[in-house]
């Protein structure tokens, strides 16, 4: 009963109905439930057609088939089979993070019935962190990065600091603080070829956030970024820069397997500039805007991602909110899943694939909320339960002058970039595809 009571379960499972990753409850007392899920992907296949989601009256049960893998969610929340499957994704870019799609489709071209958790023993921790976040954070459900709110002279002069210390096949220098993005300096040949996804940054983020190991000391470990390059590893080097608080951390990634000391030279020299300018106690006391700053009365809460951004194509896709600690009345996790799942909905039927919308007012039980999608920007606000329509929208006009004013604050609207190396084809796209056992 206790298990059931999970409001959503995912399980994941290999073609030939393997069980590889359960989030609640063990794989192997659950193999036969992952065995009739195989049974039922393989029936539909067999009439030349493709299981999407099962409707039942309290659970939505969606499918995502990513050979060699099968992963399913089981949900009773009110959430869109778009949205589930998108989290279905994550869990799927996790896995390929650690070990690659190349490396995973040649495994199991090459035994159809192995046991893909003896490389992933030890990341269960990993995939339930994202989960997690999944659950309580809204970057995943607007695809979008929540940076540090900062003051732009600091974040463009930590930005510098990065800029100076490199080296050859350096291709990403980020800079996360309290487990957001505060910088990222990119290479420019790979600006040039792709930009950095999302959902990549979330990976990262996740890895970080979810082993207290690389708290220890310095870091060098193999990673993908499946939507840069689903098949190459980078080397990431992860240090944290102000223990033993370690909210301040630095990632660093290149192609090159061998550039551990080379990186750790970068680091070093960093950290020296960022004491030299007082960066970091600077951070240290950056403090959260509360939603009382806007100066919107009767607003509890938003959410604001812009497309106006500039050089729009290679921009990573940034938003703001009222800060992660939200004030009264969403203070206790009930609260706050509560507000969340209503974003969702709204979410949900702005984005419906039968019936977009560009603005909804929505009248909740205890409180009102405005969601509306422009050219330039998506928003989702919460308001007191007795606003009008035409309050809230006169709200929103003072709100949106605002985050105008605060945009340089609130984003990263210039990223920085750097030149590393003469042979820009190498650093832009990865190293060639290691194989795993070299990982």
Known sequence: DSWRQHRKHVFVL??????????YGSEEALSSTMGVMMALVSFVQSGDNIIRSVYSEEHTVVFLHKEPLVLVCVSSSRQSERQLRGELLYVYYQIISMLTRASISRIFQHKKNYDLRRLLAGSEKILDGLLNLVDSDPSFLLAAVHCLPLASSLRDSVSQILQKAITPN??????????QLLTIVQEKTVIEDARLEPADVHLLLNLIGASSAFQAGEIWTPICLPLFNPDCYFYAYISYLDPPECTVCLLLLSTDKEAFYAVAECKRKIEEAMV?????SLIAKVQPY?????GVSDLRHFMYKPFDVPDNHRQLTQF?????????????EEEKMRLLDLYRYMHSR???TSRPLKLIYHVAERETLLA???SKFELYSCFSPLVTKACAISAITKLLRWIKKEEDRLFIRYPPKYSTTPNPSRSSRGPKNPLLSGA
């Open 290 to 294: 509360s939603v009382s700053q806007v």
């Open 14 to 23: 290999s073609e030939a109905g393997k069980p590889i990753y359960s989030r």
């Open 320 to 332: 703001t909110r009222r800060s992660p600690e939200m004030e009264a009345p969403y203070c206790s």
């Open 350 to 352: 702005i984005h419906s």
């Open 276 to 280: 030299a300018q007082n960066s970091l």
């Open 170 to 179: 350096l291709v990403f220098s980020i800079l996360i603080a309290r487990n």
């Open 372 to 374: 509306w999608v422009t």
